[in-house]
Every structure is written in structure tokens, then in C-alpha cells.
């Protein structure tokens, strides 16, 4: 049975079902071990920016954060209603806070909430950091908190936000060349902000109101989420759609016949934009389970690559440690050269418009191009809820050396486990991975083909016994 006092942080800050693991008195406990780390590592003199998604609670949580960490002399500067994880990350740097605090569980299913930490940076927090707040939690013991008048204050952080993105995207270019979207928020914190920044005649909104339930559908932009962008570029003769996550960090995209454009896509054209058209350089940083084309991207255009395990943590300790062009990972959270160390699809969507308006081609051609140029790569993935013995069994199997030893036909040539267990293939690769949040297997894969990866899925599904 699962222990309900039991607070464990995962790739990107702690989760838990609201009511069941996420409680005042847990939330508490987590809020008062961030409020020590910060005030023996910083002192008490730079604030903690908080902010909170759409979810359920959300406002409540925040509020109680920002009770116990006033009441340990900190100053708290909280966001003005829904505001999105980017903007916080962005905040926290803007004002030299010592950190900042999301509640939000990102892309995960609508029962959850959580804590993510954002260190002085402007960045998610280090593992170091991480691990720093995760042995000061303590048993809950009642508490009486007294806040000082003035500790805490609150303050609309888009606005700020707003203006650090217009002086680093061409938002004229995008306007110029009449480019038009569909943005789905997926009842999300990104709701409305492409309409700012754009302006409303640009951009048509769906699932733009917030719904603490997020429709039935965990606010995550991947395919088969986001079946009602497809049929909406169409619909409205739009050059793109943008669809970003519960707390629009991540991004999802289709282009404007209404195909879907993964991450993996996202990234390598990021890295073609930045690095041939802006004459930038810098280090490729990628996560375990992103695309082999960026690897050949990088030898062709002269530029370093690191592979990082999966979690943007890992990114944004190579960002901090030297010159990054760009950091991503497959599930949509993308960092660029310029911007704050963090993921931000609200900055990346724009940054893919801007290149659409200078290059003056529809994003249909710009993927095509890729292919061209380096070779067809497809993806597949798939999320497989099973029993936790089944899980353990599966990972001993792995952990042992019986990993698979052919996939779809092709014979496995290497394992690899920087994190989980990615066997390559003649064609390919493959990797299965444990979620650090839910009680899931994922299982991932790249081939020439979209046939051919979704086969080495289906096999490896098969041969898990899942």
C-alpha cells in the first residue's frame, strides 16, 4: 500500500494525488524543507517567487506555501492568478529571487498536483538542490504561522514576461507575414498568452477556459492528446498548431496540413535555425530518449553533443556549466540560447513562427527539409500502466543482463542504461524506462520509418508480457 507520508521527489519536482499523497500537512513538510535550504544557502535577503497552474486547489496550495515561507522570514512574491511555470523561471531570475516554487504536476493526469522548485538561476532546481530539500523533510507537527505584514506581496509576472519575449522574438516578423495558429492550452497556465503577444487576430483559442478535470485527458502535448488541432488548423486555414502543456513548459506542434510535428522534429529544427540562420554555435544537449538526427546534425554543422539522462534537471546543469545552443528531451521541454535555462513552450512555439515568417516557408516544408538533409527518422512511444510486480520483474530481467536480444526481427546489438535500457538495433533503437511519477513503463523507439518503429514498440510490449 502506498504510504501517504511518504514524499519523494521524481525528474521534476514531487507529485502526488490530490488528497490521497498531496495534503496541506505534506505540502507543509516540503514547503518548510525549501524554506530551510533557502535560508541556510541564501539567507533571507532575495525572495521566493511562487506560482501555480490550473489545477484543482491550486490557488489554496500556493497560499499555504506562501504562509510557511513567510512565516521563516522569507519575503514570497506570488503570481497574480493562473501563471505559468516559464514565467515564474523567468521571474526568478528577473528579480535575483533565491528561488521559486510551481504548484503545478505539469503533464500529469488531473488528479495530481505538485511542487517543483526553481533555483536562483531561473532554471529547475539541480539534483544537488533537490536532494538538499528532500533530506529536510520532516514529520508533520503542528504548527502556528505568523506572517509579517508586507512578507508577502502579489504582482502580475506576465507582464514582465511579455516584454522579455518581444525583445528577443521578431513578434513583428510573425505578424508581418500573417502567420496564424491554433493554440490548444489543454485547460492550461499558457491560456491566452500567445493572443497577447500576438494579438487575438492571430491566434484561434480552443480549450482555452480553465477545467480543473483538463477534459478527461491528462494535459500532456502529444498525439494522441491533441485530436481536436488537426481538424482546427483546417477548419480556420491556419499556418501551424501550438498546443502546450498544464503548465506550458512543454510544447506540442502541427504544421498546416494538420500533421502532427513532434519534439524530436522541434529540436532539430531549432538547432538548424539557430545555429545556420543566427550564426550561433554552442553545445546540443539531449536526453536519453531524443533523436539520433540531432547526432548527425551535429557533425554536420561542426557543434559538440551531450546526452544527458531524461529529466530537464540533467539539461539545465549543462546549461549552467557551459555554452548551450540547445537542451531538449522528448517530451516537449526544449531550453534555446538567449533565454532562461528552462523549458518554456510559449518561447519555443514563437521562436519556430519566427523562423517560418523569415524563411517564408510553411513548417510542412521546413520538416521536410530535415529529412533531406539528414535522413528519415520516425518515433514512436508508448505508455504501459501494468501491476508493480510486473514493473520489478521486467527491470530485474533488465538489471541482470537478460535484456531483449532481438526486436521486431533485427538482432540487439548494444544495451546501453545511462537511464533505462535503450537497445540499438541495425535499425534503430529502442529503450524502455520506468516513470519516476506513475506506476507506468515507457517504451520508446526511432527507426527509419514510422512502421518500423511502432513495430519494435508493439514487439517490445509483447516481450514484456505488458
Known amino acids: 500500500m502506498l504510504d501517504r507520508h511518504q514524499i519523494s521527489f521524481g525528474t521534476d519536482g514531487w507529485r502526488a494525488v490530490i488528497a490521497d499523497g498531496f495534503t496541506l500537512d505534506n505540502l507543509e513538510r516540503v514547503a518548510m524543507a525549501t524554506a530551510e535550504w533557502v535560508r541556510e544557502t541564501y539567507g533571507a535577503d532575495r525572495p521566493v517567487v511562487l506560482g501555480h497552474d490550473t489545477r484543482f486547489g491550486g490557488r489554496i496550495f500556493t497560499e499555504h506555501v506562501a504562509r510557511v515561507l513567510a512565516s521563516e522570514g522569507l519575503a514570497v512574491v506570488v503570481g497574480r492568478g493562473v501563471t505559468a511555470t516559464p514565467v515564474v523561471s523567468w521571474a526568478v531570475q528577473d528579480r ?92 492550461g497556465a499558457g491560456m491566452g498568452m500567445y493572443a497577447a503577444l500576438l494579438g487575438e487576430e492571430h491566434v484561434v483559442g480552443v480549450r482555452s477556459d480553465v477545467n480543473p478535470s483538463f477534459g478527461g485527458v491528462a494535459p500532456e502535448p502529444i498525439e494522441r492528446n491533441l485530436e481536436v488541432l488537426p481538424s482546427q488548423i483546417l477548419k480556420h486555414g491556419c499556418d501551424a498548431g501550438i498546443a502546450n502543456d498544464g503548465d506550458a513548459d512543454r510544447i506540442g506542434m502541427f504544421d498546416e496540413k494538420g500533421q502532427y510535428v513532434d519534439s524530436h522534429r522541434i529540436l532539430a529544427l531549432l538547432v538548424s535555425y539557430l545555429a545556420e540562420e543566427k550564426g550561433l554555435t554552442g553545445t546540443i544537449v539531449k536526453t536519453f530518449s531524443t533523436t539520433d538526427m540531432l547526432n548527425a ?53 514563437l521562436l519556430v513562427l519566427e523562423m517560418m515568417a523569415r524563411r517564408g516557408k510553411p513548417l510542412s516544408r521546413l520538416v521536410g527539409e530535415l529529412f533531406e538533409r539528414w535522413g528519415p527518422h520516425a518515433y514512436a512511444r508508448t505508455d504501459a500502466h501494468t501491476t508493480p510486480a510486473k514493473k520489478e520483474a521486467l527491470l530485474e530481467r533488465l538489471r541482470s543482463g537478460g535484456g531483449l536480444t532481438e526486436i521486431a526481427g533485427e538482432p540487439v546489438t548494444s544495451v546501453s542504461d545511462l537511464d533505462g535500457y535503450k537497445h540499438r538495433t541495425a535499425r534503430g533503437w529502442l529503450l524502455i524506462r520506468p516513470s519516476g511519477t506513475e506506476p507506468v513503463l515507457r517504451i520508446y523507439a526511432e527507426a527509419p520509418t514510422e512502421s518500423e518503429a511502432k513495430a519494435m514498440v508493439a514487439d517490445a510490449t509483447r516481450q514484456a508480457g505488458i
Not at 507537527?141 to 514576461?161: C, H, I, K, M, P
Not at 528577443?168 to 485547460?187: K, P, Q, S
Not at 537542451?327 to 540560447?337: D, F, L, N
Open 96 to 187: 535575483g529571487a533565491s528561488a521559486g516554487v510551481v504548484i503545478t504536476a505539469s503533464h500529469n493526469p488531473p488528479e495530481y498536483s505538485g511542487f517543483k522548485i526553481k533555483g536562483h538561476f531561473g532554471g529547475s532546481a539541480l539534483p544537488a538542490m533537490v536532494a538538499d530539500v528532500q533530506r529536510r523533510i520532516r514529520p508533520w507537527e503542528e504548527r502556528t504561522f505568523a506572517v509579517a505584514a508586507g512578507s508577502v506581496q502579489e504582482e502580475d509576472l506576465n507582464a514582465g514576461y511579455f516584454d522579455h519575449v518581444r525583445a528577443r522574438i521578431d513578434v513583428e516578423a510573425i505578424r508581418h507575414a500573417g502567420l496564424r495558429i491554433v493554440h490548444d492550452a489543454m485547460h
Open 297 to 349: 546534425m551535429a557533425r554536420d554543422l561542426d557543434l559538440p553533443i551531450v546526452t544527458t539522462p531524461i529529466g530537464f534537471k540533467y539539461i539545465g546543469e549543462k546549461i549552467l556549466e557551459g555554452d548551450v545552443l540547445v537542451g531538449g528531451e522528448e517530451s516537449g521541454g526544449m531550453a534555446v540560447k538567449g533565454h532562461i535555462p528552462e523549458r518554456d513552450g510559449i518561447f519555443i512555439g
